[in-house]
């Protein structure tokens, strides 16, 4: 661990979530309440076509049929929808075309983040930055020399507008508008996210990423983001997290859809760190995400890597579904909860193509008086010849009053299929704890080492700028839990 | 709830209770517990799809067709041959659809010992101090229609002290000349120290349709050990819905051997076992071999509920043909439950072109000074080590046996009684549909 990582534990025992404070700007808020008026209005105020309207209107209707589902191990929150307002943005301004028109307390809420926004400022420009604020993306760095590749990196609304076509194509092609009662609400009411398409061939040359902020009170996040990688490309897709300290429960339904076509490889990485509440377990994000991806042609690879820190409740199930023959799906994870927290999270894998192969390891850290369950399913198609699968799912308890569950749904139909399941739980080793003081380091630090050591075969997927910020999250998460 | 059932089965039963049993009259205590029973399953019907425990295995088409609710004949002659284990010696006890039949049965001579229906188990002393204690407590419709309607079963109540000198071997015969609905309700009683070995083999005659919803309660005392085997060797239309619940008191050791083999159409056993004070110690083995169009779902349960128990769970299924094997395993360490060991193991061999396999190793923990692993794999014959038989002169039929002997070997050499082992080795032998 670097130098700088060995300071975190002090540096951050002064603030125990540091992203909480609030941007006062001028904002564009819906009245609360969902209603077909709702979805019309922010349709309107996108400017969007009919047919994405209609769409709207279908999603709505099916949500309003749709009931909330029992079969998650956590007793779901009572959630008002129509206590919830849909849309916020900051105050509409002339479109910004350069730098100095954004807003300069946007500019500095996305810097205190540790989000540059200012072109100019990346000297290296290996990351390209999507930053979407309350409902609308703010800003999206580095398009210009995307565009020279033919990579378009967007927001959703732009998309709309400029590439309907590509929108049309693919838009609900994964996660349809039926898929689970927060999917069709994301469809009916999304205010905005990112487009990717990356064309043919193309090696995407830098890092893309979005990155979430809610701001405003009493909304909800429901952006949508959409990967598309053409024939033979590769792109690598980071995504964060951060939110003010409130004491009321906010809603973040997301709806991510990746499609793969040949040869094409996406990897997607998330750092989760919304606001997890406080120690009463008052307050934090509800985190109800549906994440699918598609491998669509053959020998197309999708990989899933996360750390989710945040969230009082963190509810989703990136997925893989294997179509072309040799492809490839991969889900790495790590979630740590603390305090009240509760993660219900794992993966699915639905193999549909021959010679399919899925890994998934999955690494659970609870402390305090938290719940943390893995849920996983991997299903072999009845054509699914030699698929293969492996998944690892560990528990780490610290403390005697948490939780660690697993719920491993394992279906083949056939008779190739070869599978492999294996998990354990246990607590942080004594006698570790025990070497590691006995050399002068603290316990706190020990632990943290300890855990870090845990996570290392997830920590190791992600690009290597997140890595850094992976490994100081699990440490400050940890804070104050070994007692 | 209940509009959304609307097989025949459950109006006919609901009916039956209804109108039928008042005029029959039965007599307390039992009839206020039946009542409440059924009640409850009045309340939930039959379990459907939509329930998480019964998400792959279908009960429509059971319950979708009239069937008599009691024997037709009540005396009716049986075969029993095909529960016959090669020698060994037991005291033999025979239910011919769910009723006790003592003139079949051998009579227990050992002290301390009390076997009879369970009709007739009401009057003993600890009787009520354990029927439908344990296993109403789950949410399982069928254990609620069980205590509501059963008819006959067994009670067995052994001694402080006693060991028996043989093994106990109950013959389940279903046997009709037209559809019938046992409900048989068994409770045994192991006093402390007791020591026992249950054999309960499955069968048929006549190729007679049946439906069986069994429950068994089992309550094991300070320091008793019961080694209780499950042999399942019916006919392909009698249909099997098996729930066994166990409670464990402290020292006391329980080990369950399930086994399948080809023949019924549709087995569902749940297997529960309560550790419910300390140093209690559990095993559950079981061996399922599918074939044709069987489905055979295995659902147990392990709970731990005090300090320093231990608990080793391992299942082996193969799924030829084009049936279904299923496999849900739950781990649950309650938050007393500290220092637990907690092992559990699922492997399956998919031989059969459209054979269905689904699994569910869960754990569910709440302390953390514990020691809880599973693992689960799912894979075919291995090539290399049929290559490797063949290449020493082994014909491909009995390399495969060799492999199929080999995969369950894991579970079949923990069996206490060396006799039922060789006895299973054969119906694995026999189950084996090799081309």
């Known amino acids: 661990m670097s130098t700088k990582d060995d300071n975190i534990l002090q540096e951050l025992a002064v603030e125990e979530y540091k992203y909480g404070f609030t941007t006062d700007i001028e904002m564009d808020i819906a009245n609360k309440g969902l209603s077909e008026e709702t979805v019309r209005f922010i349709s309107a105020k996108k400017g969007e076509p009919e047919w994405l309207l209609d769409w709207r209107l279908k999603a709505l209707k099916h949500f309003e049929k749709m009931s909330m589902p029992k079969w998650q191990n956590f007793e779901h929150p009572k959630v008002d929808f129509q206590d919830i307002s849909y849309y916020a943005a900051p105050k509409e301004k002339p479109k910004v075309s350069s730098m100095e028109e954004v807003d300069p307390e946007l500019l500095d809420t996305f810097a205190k983040l540790g989000i540059p926004l200012d072109e100019q400022k990346i000297l290296a420009g290996v990351v390209a930055v999507d930053a979407v604020f309350d409902s609308v993306s703010v800003k999206t760095t580095f398009r210009e020399k995307l565009k020279e590749y033919g990579v378009i990196f967007c927001s959703f609304g732009e998309a709309v507008k400029e590439y309907p076509d590509l929108v049309k194509q693919y838009l609900g092609t994964v996660v349809p508008q039926t898929d689970n009662i927060y999917a069709a609400l994301n469809a009916a009411v999304f205010s905005d996210g990112s487009f990717v398409y990356i064309p043919k061939g193309v090696n995407c040359p830098m890092e893309l990423s979005t990155y979430f902020r809610i701001n405003a009170q009493n909304t ?36 991510v859809e990746l499609i793969a076509l040949e040869n094409a490889e996406i990897k997607y990485s998330t750092v989760q760190n919304w606001y997890p509440g406080d120690k009463e377990g008052k307050g934090g994000i509800y985190n109800f995400v549906t994440k699918r991806g598609i491998c669509r042609g053959a020998n197309s690879k999708i990989s899933w890597t996360q750390v989710e820190t945040g969230s009082s409740i963190t509810w989703k199930y990136p997925s893989v579904i294997l179509k072309g023959d040799n492809s490839v799906g991969e889900f790495y994870s790590v ?19 021959k010679n399919t192969r899925s890994k998934i390891v999955s690494k659970g850290i609870s402390a305090g008086v938290s719940q943390n369950s893995y849920r996983g399913l991997v299903q072999i198609g009845k054509g699914a010849e030699k698929a293969r699968n492996f998944t690892q799912c560990d528990s780490l308890l610290i403390g005697d009053k948490c939780g660690a569950h697993t719920f491993p749904y394992i279906e083949a139909k056939n008779k190739t299929a070869k599978l492999e399941h294996e ?61 | 709830m209940i509009t959304q059932v609307s097989s025949s089965l459950y109006h006919q039963l609901v009916a039956f209770f209804e109108e039928e049993l008042p005029l029959k009259g039965y007599q307390e205590p039992l009839g206020s517990i039946r009542k409440e029973a059924f009640a409850r399953f009045k309340d939930s019907g039959f379990p459907s799809l939509k329930m ?19 024997d037709s004949i009540p005396g009716r002659n049986v075969n029993i041959d095909k529960a016959v284990i090669g020698g060994l010696d037991t005291y033999r006890l025979v239910l011919v659809n769910g009723h006790y039949r003592k003139d079949l049965s051998d009579t227990i001579t050992d002290s301390g010992v009390v076997v009879c229906a369970i009709e007739d ?26 205590t509501a309607l059963h008819e006959g079963g067994l009670y067995i109540h052994i001694g402080k002290n006693v060991t028996l ?17 046992n409900q048989a309700r068994n409770l045994f009683v192991l006093d402390e120290n007791a020591e026992a070995e249950i054999i309960e083999s499955f069968i048929s005659n006549d190729h007679s349709v049946s439906l069986n919803n069994t429950v068994s309660e089992l309550v094991l005392k300070e320091g008793a050990r019961l080694q209780h085997y499950y042999l399942q060797v019916a006919d392909e239309k009698s249909r099997y819905l098996n729930h066994t619940e166990v409670k464990q008191a402290r020292h006391s050791l329980y080990n369950n051997y399930n086994c399948s083999f080809p023949g019924s159409s549709f087995i569902r056993n749940n297997i529960n076992v309560r550790l419910d004070d300390t140093a209690v110690e559990s095993h559950l083995y079981g061996v399922t071999l599918t074939a044709q169009d069987q ?31 299923v496999f849900n395993g739950k781990i649950f360490v309650q938050p007393d439950a500290q220092k637990t060991n907690a092992f559990q193991q699922n492997n399956n061999m998919l031989i059969g072109d459209k054979a269905n396999i689904f699994t569910k190793p869960q754990l569910e923990i709440f302390a953390d000074d514990v020691k809880c692993s599973h693992g689960c794999t799912m894979g075919q014959f291995d090539e290399d080590a049929l290559f490797y038989l063949k290449a020493r002169g082994v014909g491909e039929a009995s390399a495969r046996v060799l492999l ?5 070997f894991d579970v079949t050499e923990k069996f206490s009684n060396t006799h039922v082992r060789a006895y299973v080795d054969s119906l694995i032998e026999r189950g084996l549909v090799i081309d």
């Open chain 1, 220 to 255: 909800g996040q429901f952006e949508r983001t959409l990967i598309v990688a053409d024939e033979g490309s590769y792109v690598s897709y980071l995504e964060g997290c951060t939110a003010p300290m409130r004491d009321e429960n906010q809603l973040h339904a997301a709806v």
């Open chain 1, 335 to 353: 979630a740590l909860t603390r305090n009240h927290q509760i993660a219900d999270t794992g993966s699915k894998m639905y193999h549909i193509g």
């Open chain 1, 423 to 483: 998990a354990t739980t246990s607590k942080i080793g004594e006698d570790q704890i025990f070497y590691l003081t006995q050399r002068g380091i603290d316990p706190e630090k020990a632990v943290g080492l300890i855990v870090n050591g845990y996570a290392k075969e997830v920590l190791n997927q992600l690009p290597m700028e997140f890595a850094v910020e992976a490994q100081k999250l699990l440490a400050i998460s940890l804070e104050g839990s070994v007692g």
């Open chain 2, 52 to 70: 998480e425990d019964w998400k792959y295995t279908n009960l429509q088409p059971l319950i979708n067709q009239h069937y008599r609710l009691n």
């Open chain 2, 121 to 146: 188990g009401v009057t003993e002393h600890e009787f009520l101090s354990h029927f439908a204690k344990y296993a109403d407590r789950t949410d399982n419709p069928l254990v609620a229609l069980n």
């Open chain 2, 165 to 181: 000198k043989k093994s106990v071997q109950i013959i389940h015969v279903a046997s009709a000349d037209e559809a019938v609905f």
């Open chain 2, 295 to 325: 489905l055979v779902d295995n659902h147990t349960i392990v709970d731990h509920r005090m300090p320093h128990c231990e608990s080793y769970e391992w299942y082996k299924n193969i799924a030829q043909d084009t049936s279904t094997a």
């Open chain 2, 404 to 408: 199929v002997h080999a995969f369950a």
